[in-house]
């Protein structure tokens, strides 16, 4: 990434004003070309429209899981109310009833670590078996995965819960973990990642010096792939992460609950009948479920961007 | 894996037949195991609903073949085609709007011409990371004419704002909440492909006088076309998939929001509520090959202005 900006002209030095030393030359005229271009605070304005839409939302889950249920009903949406109930609100989530809330997290884990890791792990051999070798059915194999991206998730989810009904899969973590597992974007990401990143001379060194494929791949070819490994990994993590069809057709019991589901169905609780209206306790828990995400993505980003620009050279 | 691994062939250069058939069976043993798995969650799936597409269950005479019957039936399903049409509707406004706003964002980033543009780029992206649940819910709050954000400003204004989940305007209220879930998402895309045009290209152009517009006109669109095609093709898949946003908006908005408010939507309803495991597997397999074809189609109008 980034080879625009030199290094030497942070955007602060750019903009001071520079005292005449008159004998100094002028910067020369090429300053503002393409390459170091003027700012501009009308872009800057109009860009920042688009920033506050993403961010409003965010802004307004934060303000209001500080809020008590009476709170939400009684102050703006867009202020805090004079009842802090922050700490509260983030207690009363993770305990509300019997703690269902930290077993929803722990569920979400498991489908992430297990289903996103596998998917991640499984699409990293393919995309370098597509990338580096020559193998009779790789058109194929290309052509029907990128197709079935194509089916809608219910062309599969029906037959799916029958198939795995019939196979007493329903209802356990497996129905929730097994499809996860492929991630035909991750596929397709890593193989052209690997078909970049990966020189086709390094791997027939390592092989003239008698080094086996399997070697050959974890010492060789995974170094080279770690960017795009981490971008695959959060995407499928937040595939995983996120998922809420797949879960809602696959699981009764509440105890196998990701957050999602059971986020939704402690918002559902209101419109039954006699059912206790816990919005604050929604809210809460879902800042508590966005900021894992968030916080991968910032911590992460180096990476996982390096990796999703050598993703997108290819057409 | 390792017993496929032949005799050190360094010295001894093998027979030519030999290293290509090893090399094929080691590609094959690197993606076997994705293979594997994905004839298990997106083929057999597929096999199957085929199979049951073609049967129908009843409660008296249980289970007999009818061939294309179900088939028929969906074509003539005046709640299919209604579902369909909103969908449609929706991908026809909401997909423009978006990744409209997501290009134009990635130029403007791309240009270099923004005061932080890496807070911007991380920024306006992070709607992604939130669930689509959640962020269902957030808005859903927001949109409530009693206690949301559109409440607070009747009253702070004294108007009367039209409810956003009214029969008018709820799929503008999904399509707002697709938008935000996405644009940020488009818009990296798009800022990848951006990155990696060479910038001799820019230079050159812009001795020959070539300004900021020519510039995107002639190099930087040309350029990001794969992207944008891959862009378009996977909102409209999302567009005719359209199931959890109006899902769980469905709580407050109970008659608005019917069950067969999107195909998808539809599809569920009467597999897990109206038990019609073969009808419902009839009609995502049209939805299925509808979706197919309008991706291919695009994909193919992408790549013939390439040409």
Known sequence: MGATAPATATPGEDRAPRPVTGLRTPR????????????????????????????????????????????????????????FAFFRNIADTLTYNDGVFVRWLFNTLLYVVVGAGGA?????????????????????????????VAVPGTALAVPTFLMFSKMGLTDTPWAVIIPSLISPFGLYLMWVFAAEAIPTELLEAARIDGASEIRTFFTVSLPLLAPGIVTVLLFTMVATWNNYFLPLIMLKNPDWYPLTLGLNSWNAQAQTNGGEAIFNLVITGSLLTIVPLIAAFLLLQRYWQSGLAAGSVKE | MTALS??????????????????????WGFIGPFMAVFALVFLAPICYSIYLSLFRTQLVGGTSFVGFDNYQRALEDPNF??????????????????????????????????????????????????????AALMWGFMYGTRFGLVGNINDAFGVSLPDPLSAGLVLASIGNIVTWEFVGYNMLIFYSALRVIPHSLYEAAEIDGAGQLRIISAIKLPAIRGALVIATIFSIIGSFQLFNEPSI?????????????????????????????????TVAIIMGIFTMIIAYAVQLRGMRKEA
Not at chain 1, 125 to 141: D, H, M, N, S
Not at chain 2, 17 to 27: E, M, N, S, V, Y
Not at chain 2, 94 to 100: E, R
Not at chain 2, 251 to 258: D, H, K
Request: glycine residues 8%; aromatic residues 12%.
């Open chain 2, 81 to 134: 085609w209604s579902a369909l049409g909103r969908v449609t509707l929706f991908l026809a406004v909401q997909v423009p709007v978006m990744l409209g706003i997501a290009l134009l964002v990635a130029l403007a980033i791309d240009s270099g011409r923004l005061y932080g543009k890496n807070f911007f780029r991380i920024a306006i992206f992070l709607p992604y990371a939130v669930p689509a649940v959640v």
């Open chain 2, 6 to 27: 032949p005799p050190s062939t360094a010295g001894h250069p093998a027979p030519p037949r030999g290293p290509r058939r090893r090399r094929a069976l080691i590609g």
């Open chain 1, 28 to 83: 020369p005229g090429r300053r503002h070309s393409v390459n170091r271009p003027r700012r501009s605070v009308l872009l800057t304005v109009l860009t920042g429209l688009v920033l506050v839409y993403a961010l409003v939302p965010l802004v307004w889950l934060v303000i209001n899981s500080t809020k008590t249920q009476s709170g939400l009903l009684s102050s703006s949406g867009l202020w805090f109310d004079s009842d």
């Open chain 1, 120 to 148: 991640t792990f499984l699409a990293v051999l393919g995309g370098y078996a597509l990338a580096k070798f020559q193998f009779p059915g790789k058109r194929g194999i290309f052509a029907v995965v990128i197709g079935a």
């Open chain 2, 249 to 281: 908006l469905k709580n407050l908005a109970p008659n608005t929001i019917t069950t067969d408010f999107t195909p998808n939507f539809y599809t569920y309803s009467l597999a897990f509520s109206g038990q019609q495991h073969n009808y419902a597997a």
